[in-house]
């Protein structure tokens, strides 16, 4: 039997949540932890069931289900008030909290959904900003709390980043990667830092595209369409370090020097770990090694391979030609 998923929070992102483990068959309870009267939990019931529906409508729109299935899918989902949670935690294996971004309100909405709840579940918050030890304080038996940040739209980005905390049981990241897994999903782990993993890279990168037009160097379509047919295109097949090795640590290196001299911006300057990879001779994939190993792998092989999900790419944005002849 599928575990069952409580959703602690009913806005956008326990929507979501909720969209993902429905359509992957799993029980799903939607708990709506604001205090309100029955009419406002009506209508905010009501509003959540029809969200719920109408992604489901859109993606049968789209291609990833049958029209027929959306009813099915979407009856999975039940919406309970606060009143109802002693009675719905206790069923969950699994609870996703979603509550607004502020610490207090996640504290106390933690404290009292782990209470109800009783030590059996998992609970993972889905926070973006807030350090999972600054939340697991409130959590009683912490040792089954971490964080998972799911990116927007919840129901299709693939990627969850899980946080562990100082007190995270090592079985707690293992079952929770495993359900990630289970619905298709593609869990990575980080240590409890500030930003994850992809807000720490996209702040960076969006940061710098506003800079670039306030600096007059392109037109905002122009430097978005850079971003998607070249930045995009590429790193949507190799990862950023992948892409290090692929062309070279070295070259990296020397570009970010001329880039700091160029623009007179230390931030372009290149971490540490560039220039002590290449003096111990880690520079890619030329010299076997650089942020992965790829001793003993087939570099032929391996170029191909990467080279043709680049086609898939160019086919998939309709922008693969035919050869003239």
Known sequence: MKPVIGCLGAGRMGRGIAVVFAFAGHQVV????????????DALAGEARAEIRSTLEILSRIGLLSPEHVSTIAQRVTIVSRQEAETALPRCDFIFEGMPEILALKQAALAEASRLAGERPIIASTTSTIL?????????HPGRFLNAHWLNPAYLVPLIELSPGRLTAPEVTARM?????????VPVVCAARPGFIVPRIQALAMNEAARMVEEGVASAEDIDKAVIYGFGFRFAVLGLLEF??????DILYHASRYLVEALGDSRYAAPDIIATNMREGRIGMKTGQGFMNYEGVDQAAYREQRLAA?????????LAREPVV
């Open 132 to 140: 999972v030890d600054d939340l697991a304080e409130a959590i009683e």
């Open 30 to 41: 939607v708990v709506d932890f604001k205090e309100r009267d029955a009419p406002a939990f």
């Open 310 to 318: 680049f086609a898939l790419a160019l086919r998939t944005m309709g």
């Open 244 to 249: 290090i090795d692929w062309g070279g640590g």
């Open 177 to 185: 990667k495993a359900l990630l897994e289970s619905i298709g999903k």
